[in-house]
């Protein structure tokens, strides 16, 4: 290989780093200056193959993110100009965008330092249909694909791609600002963002699909979006969910072999489990719960928090456990929510009363496409001896699950059925 062809692909790995690392900061700045997503998204896709271009013969720059935004930037305003059918309109925003000075990757004016907290909020907003908001943060500010927030949700690509092209229509139509609510509607706001923020955690704690249990960048991104409401809004479901996640959080080295493969909590080496983390989740937990004023996070933060200060899975409170799914339930009643319930009692009171709870919710046929489900059956029925009925339940989880992790552990756990 040539030496310009070695450094062309040295760039190029460089780029698709910055990539990775930078693209949702860049995107969510773009969106700010531009003040529209579609646009935004190509300016995008444009300062980063103008950075394939010029970087292997400049050089990648100390500050990769502010050349990109600007490169985006300007790259926006010389397409407006040239617009074929180029409008007065259009005319006026290349203006506009062609005016501003303020260094575009620098803090706002308004106190909040973090374009993706705005778009979050954006994206979040009341305006826009529940799912639809999921769906367009998980794709704008987590950078997921169509393909994965379908499979995360169960539902088809080309039903996901229209959600989010009618949430930017509804955005544009209704001159949604890009930017974050004034403090006395924050509270009515927060809900809807909290759980975005957990969604996306949960996607980063336990991916839908793919080679990889976890990740990091995206429960990581949630975290630090978690830290950020906290300072803007330190109400006690912004402590729980924190909380919950930090807690969570704690454990990622320990959930997976050297090999990748899926580890139970109650096989993990807590050595390996991140005490500070433990620490600041714990101690939210207490704030959040002495406030008197919590919900659902904080409850699961609770939950969380009962097992990761066990000093071994055979030293777990599961009578407190239960009592906090006990509240749980009610606070914010869902199938998942008795199927960890069910896993509780399975463990305070015996197996057979844990598979009773989980065959009724089954039957209802709510989480018949779960493969969770199947597998708690699985393993309960295992523990009881029932190995025809425990066979059954691994095979119809397997059919369901899309982790590779998980998919390894139901085939082991078959496999240990079959003596294998």
Do not use: C, K, M, N
């Given at each position: 290989m040539s030496d310009d062809a070695l450094n062309s692909a040295r760039t190029r790995e460089k780029v698709e780093a910055v990539y990775q690392a930078e693209s949702r900061r860049v995107l969510a700045t773009l969106i700010r200056l531009l003040g529209d997503f579609d646009l935004a998204e190509e300016a995008l896709q444009d300062a980063f193959a103008a950075a394939l271009a010029q970087w292997p013969r400049t050089g990648v720059p100390a500050n990769p993110r502010a050349w990109l935004v600007s490169a985006g930037r300007f790259k926006a305003i010389d397409g407006l100009r040239r617009g074929a059918r180029f409008e007065a309109?259009?005319?006026e925003?290349?203006?506009r965008f062609g005016g501003q000075t303020v260094d575009p990757a620098g803090a706002d004016a308004d106190g909040v330092e973090d374009d993706r907290l705005r778009l979050i909020f954006t994206c979040c907003h009341p305006l826009l249909p529940a799912d639809?908001?999921?769906?367009l943060t998980l794709r704008e500010v987590c950078g997921l694909s169509t393909e994965e927030i379908a499979r995360a949700y169960l539902s088809s690509p080309a039903t996901l791609a229209q959600r989010i092209v009618r949430a930017k229509t509804k955005?544009?139509?209704?001159?949604?600002?890009?930017?974050?609510p004034a403090l006395a509607e924050l509270p009515e706001r927060l809900e809807g963002v909290l759980q975005v923020v957990y969604l996306v955690f949960n996607e980063g704690y336990s991916a839908s699909s793919g080679d990889s249990l976890t990740r990091a960048d995206l429960s990581g991104e949630a975290i630090r979006l978690g830290r950020l409401l906290l300072e803007l809004l330190p109400e006690p479901e912004v402590m729980g969910l924190l909380a919950l996640m930090l807690l969570h959080d704690s454990r990622r080295a320990a959930r997976t072999s050297p090999a990748g493969d899926l580890?139970?909590?109650?096989?993990?080496?807590?050595s390996l489990w991140d005490p500070a983390q433990i620490a600041e989740g714990a101690a939210l937990v207490e704030r959040a719960l002495a406030s008197g004023r919590y919900g659902r996070y904080t409850l699961q933060a609770a939950i969380a928090a009962a097992?990761?200060?066990s000093s071994s899975a055979a030293a777990?409170?599961?009578g407190r456990i239960l009592a906090l799914y006990n509240q749980l339930v009610q606070a914010a009643p869902s199938p998942v929510v008795e199927l960890n319930r069910a896993v509780a009692v399975a463990m305070h009171d015996?197996?057979?009363?844990?598979l009773e709870l989980i065959d009724a919710i089954l039957a209802r046929g709510e989480l018949a496409e779960y493969h969770l489900a199947h597998s708690v059956r699985a393993e309960l029925c295992r523990r009881l001896g029932r190995a025809a009925e425990a066979r059954a339940a691994y095979e119809r989880a397997l059919a369901l699950a899309r982790q590779e992790p998980e998919r390894r552990f139901l085939e082991r756990r078959l496999a240990a059925l079959s003596g294998k």
């Open positions: 309109s259009q005319a925003l290349a203006e639809a908001r999921v769906a955005i544009r139509e209704a001159a949604i600002p890009y930017q974050v580890v139970l909590i109650d096989d993990q080496d807590r097992h990761a200060t777990t409170d599961w015996g197996p057979a009363a844990g």
